[in-house]
């Protein structure tokens, strides 16, 4: 299973982005899907999780500006950032929890991240 996750890049404060996440490989069903960030020196922290009935949860710092959204036939998530600032700095992490073919547990999965920069 890989999740490869694209979008980031430099924008300024104000403006907008938005970042997408593709799972793929041996899968037979996905239930949360969700996207994180690291910031330089900080822990990694949630931002927003979709689950496979489609509740959203936002982190406080983000309800209001970010939006998360699902493709479940494509096994895509999305997270669209609007009305950005510099604290939103960091490099972004998708996350799927995953149960493949032939095997009876879920497994988290994570994207390799991309980075995204907001300049004031």
């Known amino acids: 299973v890989q999740l490869q996750a694209s979008g980031g890049g430099v924008v300024q404060a104000g403006g907008c982005l938005t970042l997408?996440?593709?799972?793929?490989?041996?899968?037979?069903?996905?239930?949360?899907m969700g996207w994180y960030r690291q910031a330089p020196g900080k822990e990694r922290e949630l931002v927003a999780t979709i689950t496979n009935g489609g509740r959203t949860n936002y982190a406080d710092s983000v309800k209001g500006r970010f939006t998360i959204s699902r493709d479940y036939a494509k096994g895509t998530v999305s997270l669209q950032l609007s009305r950005l600032e510099p604290e939103d700095t960091a490099v972004y992490y998708c996350?799927?929890?995953?149960?493949?073919?032939?095997?009876?547990?879920?497994?988290?999965?994570w994207g390799q991240g991309t980075l995204v920069t907001v300049s004031s």
């Open positions: 997408s996440c593709a799972a793929s490989g041996s899968i037979f069903s996905i239930n949360v």
């Open positions: 996350k799927a929890e995953v149960k493949r073919y032939r095997l009876d547990y879920w497994k988290d999965y």
